[in-house]
């Protein structure tokens, strides 16, 4: 007799997961994979359901990317790949945040971090600090992070700070607007995550910095 799902509780085990180390559900492969699972990008669930996505995930793919798309269609190549670096770190340190990380952290922490990059444009140093304690701990990570990215652009540090800023305050948009234009009743509180790690696929992506690019801006769609 089959064992019980581990995650859910409820259904029978009937899948073999690499992300969790056990057996679980067939539902719960589905719906939390990415999210709630870290799956190894080598998964045969993971690899057959982005190869033959079923109809219901298609369909949430066409609703996340009317989302997304309109929202960052005016970022240049240098800001979108910004914007990709912030949300692989965001995802990143989901994984392991305590409390779990929610949308308005992710927010809080991207406007934080976005106003001390536009202050220090205007000849000012100031450390703007997030509302809480998760959005404080995400806010480093990104500032660190960007920091970083900055440091190795020399002479186009400054113009990577200005992008920089741009691209978060499009990912702290988001964040904000997630639960309201695309509600997920299962978890309100993390629909922005959720889209995100549908679209991003398995964290790791935050390992690597984007290389600084040319000055020719060009509209990047995902």
Request: with cysteine.
């Amino acid at each position: 007799m089959k064992a019980v799902c581990p995650l859910c509780g409820a259904r029978k085990a009937k899948r073999a997961c690499p992300g969790v180390r056990q057996d679980i559900c067939p539902v719960c492969c589905g719906t939390k994979r990415l999210t709630e699972i870290k799956c190894p990008a080598d998964c045969v669930y993971l690899t057959t359901a982005r190869a033959h996505p079923a109809a219901v995930v298609q369909r949430q793919q066409e609703r996340d990317m009317a989302f997304v798309l309109p929202r960052i269609s005016d970022l240049d190549e240098g800001q979108y790949r910004l914007f990709l670096f912030c949300q692989a770190q965001v995802l990143e340190h989901a994984m392991t945040a305590s409390p779990p990380l929610l949308d308005r952290d992710v927010a809080d922490a991207a406007a934080s971090v976005a106003a001390t990059f536009e202050t220090s444009q205007s000849g000012i140093i100031y450390q703007h600090q997030a509302g809480s304690i998760p959005a404080q701990r995400l806010a480093a990570v990104l500032g660190a992070g960007l920091m970083e990215v900055a440091g190795r652009g020399g002479a186009k540090a400054s113009r990577i700070e200005r992008d920089a800023a741009v691209a978060l305050r499009h990912l702290e948009r988001l964040a904000r607007e997630a639960a309201t234009e695309t509600p997920a009743p299962e978890n309100p509180d993390a629909t922005w995550l959720g889209i995100a790690s549908r679209m991003m696929g398995p964290p790791g992506a935050a390992d690597e910095a984007p290389p600084v690019e040319k000055d020719e801006p060009r509209i990047i769609i995902p």
